[in-house]
Structure formats: C-alpha cells, structure tokens
C-alpha cells in the first residue's frame, strides 16, 4: 500500500489532476484482483482531491478461491471495508463488455496486455483483446479525466503506449520508470513503467 502510494505521488507530481468541483471524485479500477492495495488508492485519491470519493474496483476471475477457501470476491470486500467508505464497491464482471463511463480516473495496473501474460494468470484467451481493452478504459474516462496505466515491463508498457495513442482519444502528460525507495528488490531486476493519459 506504501509503494503504490509512493509511486502515484511521484508518477502525477506537479500535474493537473483531473479534479472537479462537484461534489465527489469518480474512478474505476480495472482487474481489481483481490484488491489487497484498495486502502491505498482509495486514501490517495481522497488527498489528491480533497473531496469524497467513489470508487469501483473490476475483476472478471473474483470467484477465484485461494488455499483458506475464500475468494477473490471475499477478500477484495474486506479490504475495502477497512477503507471505512461505504462508496468503495467490488464487482466481478468483464470489463470488455462492460458500458463504464464518466470516470475522473481510470487506473489500469499491470493489465494483461500480452498474450502469454493472459495464459499465465491462467484465464482462457476470451479475454486477451488488448485494442479492446484500451478502448472500453478510454471510453470509461470521462473528457478530461485521466487513464493511469501501470506495467511490470518495458514490452507491456510498449504495447499500452501504442495502443492508447493509436486511439487518437488522449495525449500522453508522463511516463517513466514506476521505482520506489520503500522496497527493497533485493538486486532483482525492475523494469516497471508507468503512463499517465487524459481524454481529449
């Protein structure tokens, strides 16, 4: 939560945040997982905006059950409510056949954008359409809002920036290398990126 924290600050540090005077901020988290790092999202977003904050996470594999029994879903429902936000809310769904819309923020951390990525995880290959992918999260931003990718690679970060700017739909505000102090990787190679967009 810590890391994810750090580097959101450092990623959109002196930008314009997409921020309205409404009342509220509206963001969506696509493939939410179990949502273990909501806490730090939903936190962050309430910061940045000083404003109350809506926000939904998505995942198609939620029913997935872990050694203990429990799912995705159960575990993502806990975690948000420690959040203590009632206007935190978990759904299991396809995002690529969803109709989401109007979001100040789209966060997209480390989609699977690449073939072998979507075998990995272990989800049938129904769901690798990255062309699509990108165009239902463009399509969720409202006009102005921000698309926030994360990838674990250089490759996978090269695949989003391509496929969101052959949108036409946003311009690219930052990208850079996602590092952070708070962990240590132990001489491990990170190759992590990020890309910051908003809508036109």
Not at 16 to 24: E, R, S
Not at 66 to 91: I, K, M, S
Not at 103 to 125: A, E
Request: glycine share 8%; net charge negative.
């Amino acid at each position: 939560n810590l890391y994810l924290i750090d580097m959101l600050e450092k990623a959109s540090a002196d930008l314009p945040l997409p921020i309205l005077d409404n009342g509220g901020v509206k963001a969506l988290d696509i493939g939410a997982q179990d949502w273990y790092y909501v806490f730090a999202l939903e936190r962050w977003l309430r910061h940045t905006s000083q404003q109350p904050v809506q926000l939904k996470g998505l995942e198609v594999d939620g029913y997935a059950r872990y050694a203990d029994f429990h799912t995705r879903r159960d575990y993502a429902l806990a975690y948000a409510a420690q959040t203590g936000n009632p206007e935190v809310r978990y759904e299991v769904g396809d995002f690529l056949h969803s109709r989401e819309e109007g979001y100040d923020f789209v966060f997209c951390f480390y989609p699977l954008l690449i073939r072998y990525l979507v075998l990995l995880w272990g989800l049938p290959l129904r769901y690798f359409d990255p062309q699509r992918f990108i165009a239902r999260a463009t399509a969720a931003a409202r006009p102005g809002g921000w698309l926030v990718f994360f990838c674990h690679t250089q490759r996978e970060h090269a695949v989003t920036v391509d496929g969101v700017g052959a949108t036409g739909l946003c311009r690219l505000l930052r990208e850079g290398q996602a590092m952070s102090n708070l962990v240590n990787f132990k001489g491990e190679a990170n190759d992590s990126r990020f890309s910051i967009w908003q809508k036109c």
